[in-house]
């Protein structure tokens, strides 16, 4: 969350009929004008975490379809950041997408729903290493709640929790040397404990949905590991609203096991700086418009399977 914007995939949208046909698959679940939404606004309303996840979902499973319909070569593994999991669940065929975007939405209404307005926040934490970053966190509780929720890069680490926690926790963390602290512009601070009511009424809704094994490997953002028991994958995304996105750890996995070379699909770039930041010597490629989309069909030509 927060690579939306007002007029996300415009571009594709206009030139390729399989785009707006799946954010119109979307918009039938929902029962909601989703293209209107992402192209006009208002930005409020896009930016309400129940709209926010469908249409994220929606944007990367279009352009997944994209990417197939126009022979882009087949990844051998999946990742997604937070709800960007259910994206790769979805493309991998281990989740419906209908299911998908019916199941995200209230995600996001659980997750409003779990922390009164104001009383939570999350803050991005800039030059420190995750550890000096748990520690500012653990001084700055006092009672209430604060956790590193996000690793996203060497140096950059997210944290959430209680508003005036995490304003502790930043001020701290500027005493222990961060080069900077920035507030994130959330409706809820994810990923922290403060989502624990929220996990087990997601557990129900996760219940009733039918999950596949994936026919392309997903790396969970909880355990680092790629799944194929339903149950395992349903157990992993109820921890996941509560637990840190272990984004580090899981783009060196993917090297680990081989892989050379990266295409971040949604709106925007925010996960290809961070794989640059994490494994620089490693190629990635955004696709978000009918430029990239072409670079990185032009690109990956000869990288076959």
């Known amino acids: 969350?927060?690579?939306q914007a007002l007029g996300m995939l415009k571009t594709l949208g206009q030139m390729y009929t399989i785009v707006r046909q799946t954010i119109a698959e979307a918009s039938e679940v929902l029962h909601l004008d989703l293209w209107h939404l992402m192209q006009e606004g208002p930005s409020d309303e896009l930016n309400a975490t129940h709209n926010t996840q469908p249409a994220l979902l929606a944007a990367e499973v279009a352009i997944w379809r994209l990417w197939q319909a126009q022979n882009g070569p087949t990844p051998v593994m999946m990742a997604g950041h937070s709800l960007g999991e259910y994206s790769a669940l979805v493309c991998s065929?281990?989740?419906t997408y209908p299911e998908a975007v019916a199941l995200v939405a209230n995600r996001g209404r659980l997750m409003q729903?779990?922390?009164?307005?104001?009383?939570?926040?999350?803050a991005a934490i800039l030059g420190l290493d995750d550890?000096?970053?748990?520690?500012?966190?653990?001084?700055?509780?006092?009672?209430?709640?604060v956790q590193a929720a996000n690793f996203n890069a060497p140096g950059q680490v997210v944290i959430s929790g209680h508003t005036r926690a995490v304003e502790r926790a930043c001020k701290l963390a500027k005493t222990a040397g961060a080069r900077r602290t920035l507030s994130i512009p959330v409706s809820v601070p994810s990923h922290c404990d403060l989502m624990q009511p929220a996990a087990v009424k997601l557990a129900a809704y996760l219940n009733n949905i039918p999950i596949q094994a994936p026919k392309i490997?997903?790396?969970h953002n909880v355990s680092v590991v790629c799944a194929e028991d339903p149950v395992f994958i349903r157990s992993q995304l109820e921890a996941q609203i509560h637990s840190p996105v272990r984004w580090v750890e899981t783009i060196k996995f993917m090297s680990s096991d081989g892989i050379k070379a990266f295409v971040e699909m949604g709106p925007g770039k925010v996960l290809t700086g961070l794989n640059k930041r994490i494994?620089?010597?490693l190629p990635v490629w955004p696709v978000?418009?009918?430029q990239t989309l072409d670079q990185a069909l032009k690109d990956l030509s000869n990288y076959g399977q």
């Open 279 to 281: 494994l620089p010597d």
């Open 288 to 290: 978000f418009d009918p």
């Open 93 to 95: 065929e281990s989740i």
């Open 1 to 3: 969350q927060g690579s």
């Open 113 to 122: 729903e779990a922390v009164a307005p104001g009383q939570g926040a999350m």
């Open 217 to 219: 490997s997903v790396i």
């Open 131 to 145: 550890q000096e970053v748990r520690a500012a966190c653990t001084e700055a509780a006092a009672g209430e709640i």
